[in-house]
């Protein structure tokens, strides 16, 4: 291991690169990679304690579930690979968030909160733990809720974050590194005010700067160490499903100038890539400059079996099948991670058009091909595999196919000993592979036998973890795919661009492998091809959403473009917002029709009109329905789906949380509406806040209504500016007007209520709840006490408005509505009423703040209980029962609800 490990430091120095003279440090961050195959086979548990030891050049885990009694500690290098065995420390980390490795001292150091005590383990001179040098340390630092710690590399200050207490502990150990509390210097680094929930914090040696993440504001913020913010990072985009410990380390690229660090996060959620990368170095990739023509989408998650996951495709001309027949080799580089969907085949050979002719596989060698390619003159397979990181080259048996039980490996090398760990896409050119690293951003070029003749980087051309190579005999050039998945590079063998494809017209996902191949439409003509692996299966296990994408390279009729809009979560009749393009062959640009059907769904569909590509849609029954738009040119058509939910209105719960969060696996934030269905149990996001201007820092959507025709009202919990309106109070109450709803949101909003106009002018009038009462007049409750229109009340309470005008000039009369004193709703602060609905019958429909108790009912803010009463207004009287239980169908702190 260590020889094999010295020459790889020997090669990777070798061609060590600087920084290309485009890259700049920015206030941005890009995923550099990820370690998602570590922690497929559960071979490494996800980690919540992420350290970096820069003498053993490996990270140390601690995972999100520890053992009750010890730590065991984990580790990977940053070329991704888990190491054997693992450090049993016996101690107990109680969140093992709070780890870290102090390179100064060399010895890693891990908080327990339970019992105020800090855990040393010391290091060997090679930088791997010792557990026999352990040490407990009693200390009384004044946290509140520690949330990860870091160290100054150069002076060994450890840093803890508070997220409660809003601050960072600075902790200075002696000169000889003791932690002594009678020798140590402590202080405090206030964190701002409007940085919510900070967890992970990580010191960068290049700035003496501090980051920390707000999972819930998905932001990044970089501090200096005085607690001012130099900089912030929007991270949403990485798909973070619960970020834990945070770390500085080495890029994983190993052609990176050495001096480049990436910033680590553990990600410690279901189906999560366990470790992510992220790089605050972005390089400029030129802008597209030249004609790829879109011809057709194949759908490989259609097959039967399906490719979820196409990593690789290389084409196969008729002197390659015993058909005769034009062919591609399609590898699925993940199937076999998909139990319901893997049948022991990862390859899938196709016709031109897309039709699956066969299944093979290559099992026997490789479980994760993520690269095919050809030599057409002999015949032979070359195959990548990033898990394994070799190159395989294979024959096909008697019967000429590939991925039946008579071929045969008749060679393979190693990529490691190149430093290529992460080797994706494989071409075959001039008698030489070409092999793309994802990691490294790097070509490399290798005779047939694994021989390095020479390599190149992508990442100074802007082109960031490519994943697909293609080489082009009549030019001689190579195609790259990579980040951004929009475009196509041709590149020289030697590294130098030649030009820029756009190919945003396939709105791919994932891109990587290439194939030159025929033209499925015009013979003699090429095309490009293109896999997409869609959504990974870490992020949904059951995924199924492979495809191949056909670029032509000459101008022939084209199908038409279509696009049915974006999915739909509707409470009455769907807008449909379809897009249809053509390219005006074979006849003028009218001759392409246009038609709406159903493919899927439980009642009929009424299309006005079925022959446009804006329409609208109206449903016989609730339930879930597939649309198509079909557009046809006379000679090619093209089709695309759209998802349309129709609400039960007699079933649905609308709700709002003041938290973000994850329920029956929909994403949401604060700002957001959801729909649950009482019937089903199933769960929709109805009203994406972030969609329509709501995006102000911690905003949050604090009172809600929901009209018959889908409309809303709301109200928020700060003043804040929206469009189309301009700035709203949160004593103000706005109707948005959907044209669209659901995760795509659009629409318009319009003044409903002007709380200053009716007295509501103070910060504890924020209206927090929205209702009617059977009569029509609008019911509201406050955050705090209420005084306006010769009424007085508290947050407890429910005021009756009746309007004269409403809209941006609002009048009208106030009345008592609910007295919750009346009914022991009172005793405590949080019993504030913040969510209301008023049933046709006049019960009513609340949650509170917090925890309540009332006459035989107690609760919290995760419950919605029930008030039938018997006299309203000052003497208000009845009963009370639950409704629901928020805690039960995973929601929590309700501060919205309604019904239609």
């Known amino acids: ?23 700049s440090r920015v206030p941005f961050a890009r995923e550099a990679g990820n370690f998602d195959d570590v922690f497929d086979d559960g071979r490494v548990p996800q980690p919540a304690g992420l350290a970096y030891s820069p003498k053993a050049n490996k990270l140390i885990l601690l995972p999100a579930q520890p053992n009750r009694f010890q730590s065991e500690l984990s580790s990977v290098t940053l070329d991704r690979d888990p190491l054997p065995g693992s450090d049993k420390i016996a101690a107990v980390i109680d969140n093992p968030i709070n780890t870290v490795f102090d390179p100064k001292f060399n010895r890693w150091i891990g908080w327990n909160s339970k019992n105020n005590q800090l855990v040393e383990v010391s290091a060997n001179a090679d930088g791997n733990l010792d557990a026999t040098k352990l040490k407990l340390k009693p200390k009384s ?54 940085i919510a929930s900070p967890r992970g914090i990580a010191f960068e040696a290049a700035t003496g700067n501090l980051h920390l993440l707000s999972p819930s504001q ?18 949403s985009r990485f798909n973070l499903k619960n970020p834990q410990g945070l770390t500085f380390a080495p890029s994983g690229d190993r052609t990176d100038n050495p001096q480049e660090q990436s910033l680590y996060v553990a990600d410690s959620g279901a189906n999560s890539a366990g470790i992510v990368e992220l790089s605050f170095i972005t390089t ?72 699956l002719s066969r299944t093979g596989s290559g099992i026997a060698y490789t479980n994760e091909p993520t690269g ?158 293109i896999v997409d692996r869609g959504v990974d299966n870490n992020a949904d296990p059951n995924e199924n959403d492979g495809k191949v994408y056909e670029f032509s390279f000459a101008l022939t009729n084209q199908p038409p473009v279509v696009n049915a809009g974006a999915d739909l979560v509707v409470l009455a009749d769907a807008s449909l917002d379809g897009t249809v393009s053509d390219d005006g062959l074979p006849g003028p640009p009218n001759n392409v029709t246009i038609s709406w059907s159903k493919v899927s769904g439980v009642g009929t569909v009424t299309f006005t009109p079925a022959n446009a590509a804006d329409t609208t849609a109206s449903f016989s029954a609730p339930g879930t329905y597939q649309l198509r738009l079909t557009a046809d040119d006379s000679e090619l058509s093209s089709i695309d789906d759209v998802s349309v939910v129709a609400l039960n209105p007699q079933s649905t719960y609308f709700l709002s949380s003041n938290n973000s969060g994850s329920v029956g696996g929909v994403l949401f934030a604060d700002e957001d509406v959801l729909a649950y269905d009482s019937l089903t149990g199933n769960w929709w996001k109805y009203f994406d806040g972030s969609d329509v201007g709501l995006t102000a820092t911690n905003l949050d959507l604090d009172a809600l209504y929901i009209n018959p025709d889908g409309s809303i009202l709301l109200s928020v919990d700060r003043a804040t500016t929206i469009p189309t309106l301009g700035a709203i109070e ?171």
Do not use: C
């Open 730 to 900: 949160d004593s103000d109450i706005v109707r948005f007007v959907p044209t669209a709803t659901g995760e795509t949101t659009a629409g318009t909003y319009e003044w409903y209520f002007d709380g200053s106009d009716v007295g509501l002018d103070t910060d504890n009038e924020d209206i927090d709840a929205i209702g009617f009462a059977p009569d029509g007049r609008l019911v509201v409750s406050t955050r705090g006490s209420f005084n306006a229109g010769g009424i007085s009340g508290q947050d407890e309470d429910l005021f009756a408005f009746d309007p004269t005008t409403l809209g941006a000039s609002t009048s009208g009369t106030w009345s008592m509505y609910f007295d919750g004193s009346d009914v022991d709703l009172s005793t405590t602060s949080s019993e504030d009423v913040d969510a209301v609905w008023i049933d046709p019958n006049g019960h009513i429909h609340f949650s509170t703040d917090g925890a309540f108790s009332v006459t035989s009912l107690s609760g919290d803010e995760n419950d919605i209980a029930k008030f039938v009463p018997s006299s309203l207004g000052d003497n208000t009287n009845g009963t009370f029962s639950l409704f629901w239980d928020g805690s039960a169908n995973e929601i929590n702190s309700i501060d919205g609800f309604a019904r239609v």
């Open 218 to 235: 998905k932001t990044l913020y970089e501090l200096s160490q005085t607690g001012q913010v130099v900089n912030t990072r929007d991270v």
């Open 1 to 23: 291991m260590a020889s094999l490990e010295g020459q790889q430091s020997e090669v990777s120095q070798r061609f060590r690169k600087a920084l290309p003279a485009t890259a």
């Open 372 to 529: 095919v390619d050809l030599n057409p003159a002999n015949g032979h397979l070359f195959v990548s595999d990033d898990s394994a990181d070799r190159i395989f080259e294979v024959i096909p048996g008697g019967d000429g196919l590939y991925g039946s039980a008579d071929d045969t490996v008749v060679g393979s090398f190693s990529t490691r000993s190149f430093g290529s760990f992460d080797p994706e896409g494989v071409a075959f050119g001039g008698d030489n592979l070409f092999v793309v690293d994802g990691v490294n951003s790097e070509v490399y070029r290798f005779t047939t036998s694994g021989t390095l003749v020479s390599q190149f980087d992508t990442e100074s051309l802007g082109i960031i973890d490519p994943e697909g190579v293609e080489y082009a005999p009549e030019s001689g050039n190579l195609y790259l795919q990579g980040h951004p998945n929009n475009v196509v590079a041709e590149v020289t063998t030697s590294g130098s661009l030649v030009q820029i494809f756009d190919t945003s017209a396939a709105n791919a996902v994932k891109p990587a492998g290439l194939a030159i191949g025929a033209n499925s439409i015009v013979p003699g003509a090429k095309s490009l091809y």
């Open 284 to 355: 400029a990739l030129a802008s597209a400059n030249a004609q790829l023509y879109y011809v057709r989408t194949i759908d490989t998650s259609q097959f039967d079996p399906p490719s979820p996951d196409p990593s690789g495709i290389a084409y196969l001309d008729p002197a390659n099948t015993p058909s005769g027949s034009h062919r591609f080799l399609i590898a699925d580089g993940e199937v076999n991670e998909i139990p319901t969907l893997f049948t022991g085949d990862n390859y899938f050979e196709m016709s031109l058009s897309g039709t």
């Open 141 to 194: 630092l004044g946290i509140q809720d520690p949330q990860g710690i870091t160290v100054n590399p150069t002076n060994g200050d450890l840093f803890f974050l508070d997220s409660q207490g809003k601050k960072i502990v600075r902790l200075q150990p002696a000169a000889n590194g003791t932690l002594d509390i009678a020798t140590a210097s402590i202080s405090q680094i206030p964190l701002p005010g409007h």
